[in-house]
């Protein structure tokens, strides 16, 4: 991938910005993007920040998950663009197989008062993947403070984020935009970069459009030709479990949790598939999500603990153990959080606490 060293040379001058604030452009700016990254995001002309809020071109459609990564409690926007004429190829259980051309964006933002849903939100990052000949590549995007322009940053960044809590506290997080290294270590399978959010399952969903009109995610993208081969009514899919929704099933959800923020290391393929510990929701047997596993790995990861699981006892769980702390070489996952998110390890103890006896239970 020599040719990938450096970005295109040219200046962003495809799309708006506060340069050139009423400049007209087309979604897909002149296309180069699949041969490079762009340096600054205008040049896609996809997506910019406008009254507050991350607003998108003309044919770059909005998306939302059932369940989705936490990185430290950051606001995040989903979208996704094909080029006219191009269409995904439907899968009942993995990503969609998107066209070369295909950009995929997430941006990233802090809300600055927990206290008020309409507080304004400082917007740190937008993050790209996207489908070029080759295969699929990973950039990160940095907003600059004003949220006027967002410039390519392989090497990532590290920005002190403020907000105030929900007891109105003032909170101070210097917030890791990952590298295009530390991309990989998630967006991975077999050392090929790959999507992970847009699967059938996660993508079950009803969604408010900018215009308005609400409409499950599926029957939309297949009515707008962004997927073919979908089932006639695609609604009826598998959906997967809304990871804080309270009126589902416990197991469902924590199980929805540890596929979002685990499974794309703990899989086959994935960085994580030595460990041993397979976090796919779908995972029928017990001992490879964990259920009295010794873990492969020594180290200081388990503490003094013997098992992932282990059944009806969240504190002797190194599962759990490793999801409450921050200590490098024993968080989990060991990138992309600096802070515990106190919910998540609260929906898995409830999860195992619940869980039958196995062979390691007294
Ligand atoms: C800690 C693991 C992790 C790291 C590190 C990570 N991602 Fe992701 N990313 C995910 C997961 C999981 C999803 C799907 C769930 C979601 O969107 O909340 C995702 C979703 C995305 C999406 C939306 C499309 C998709 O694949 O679902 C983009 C774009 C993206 N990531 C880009 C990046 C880029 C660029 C980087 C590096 C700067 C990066 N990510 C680093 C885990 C990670
Ligand atoms: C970025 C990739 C990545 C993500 C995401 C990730 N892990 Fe890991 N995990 C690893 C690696 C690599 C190891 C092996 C080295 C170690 O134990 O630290 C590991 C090991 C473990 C182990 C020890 C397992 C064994 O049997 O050997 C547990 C438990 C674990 N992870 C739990 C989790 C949980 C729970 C999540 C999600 C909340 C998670 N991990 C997310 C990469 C990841």
């Known amino acids: 991938m020599i040719r990938r060293t450096a970005v295109i040379a040219t200046l962003a001058l495809s799309c708006s910005s506060a340069s050139a604030p009423s400049k007209p452009c087309v979604a897909g700016g002149d296309g180069r993007y699949v041969d490079a990254p762009y340096p600054s995001l ?42 006219k004429g191009t269409t995904a190829q439907w899968s009942d259980n993995e990503v969609f197989d998107f066209p070369v051309g295909t950009v995929l964006l997430k941006s990233f933002g802090f809300r600055t008062d927990l206290r008020d849903p309409n507080s304004k939100i400082n917007w740190v990052e937008t993050r790209v993947v996207l489908r070029a000949p080759e295969g699929w590549f990973a950039y990160p995007y940095v907003w600059d403070t004003t949220g006027t322009r967002a410039t390519y940053a392989p090497g990532g ?32 399978s077999n050392a090929q970069i790959i999507p992970i959010g847009p699967k059938a399952r996660n993508l079950n969903r009803m969604f408010t459009y900018p215009d308005g009109t609400s409409d499950n995610q599926l029957a939309h993208w297949s009515k707008a030709g962004i997927v073919s081969g979908a089932p006639a009514d695609p609604t009826t899919v598998a959906k997967l479990a809304v990871w ?19 499974a794309h290391c703990h899989s086959a393929g994935g960085t994580a598939s030595t460990s041993g510990l397979f976090l796919w929701a779908s995972e029928s ?77 007294p």
Request: with cysteine; charged share 20%.
């Open 157 to 188: 960044r590290q920005p002190r984020v403020n907000w105030t809590d929900a007891s109105g506290a003032p909170q101070t997080l210097d917030y890791l935009v990952p590298s295009e290294t530390e991309c990989k270590q998630c967006h991975s």
């Open 285 to 361: 047997d017990p001992l490879r999500y964990g259920v009295c596993k010794e873990p492969l790995s020594a180290g200081p990861g388990a503490g003094t603990l013997t098992w992932d699981v282990v059944p009806g006892l969240p504190d002797q769980s190194i599962v759990v153990y490793r999801m409450a702390s921050t200590a490098p070489g024993v968080s989990m996952p060991q990138i992309g959080r600096g802070t515990v998110h106190t919910a998540a390890v609260q929906l898995v103890r409830d999860w195992i606490t619940g869980l039958a006896k196995g062979p390691c239970n």
């Open 244 to 262: 804080d929704d309270p009126s589902g099933p416990i197991a469902d959800r924590a199980r929805a949790y540890l596929e979002v923020n685990c």
């Open 42 to 83: 205008d040049a896609y002309c996809m997506a910019s920040i406008r009254d507050g809020e991350i607003t998108y071109q003309e044919g770059v459609v909005p998306y939302d998950l059932n369940t989705a990564l936490y990185s430290d409690g950051a606001v995040k926007r989903r979208a996704v663009f094909l080029p």
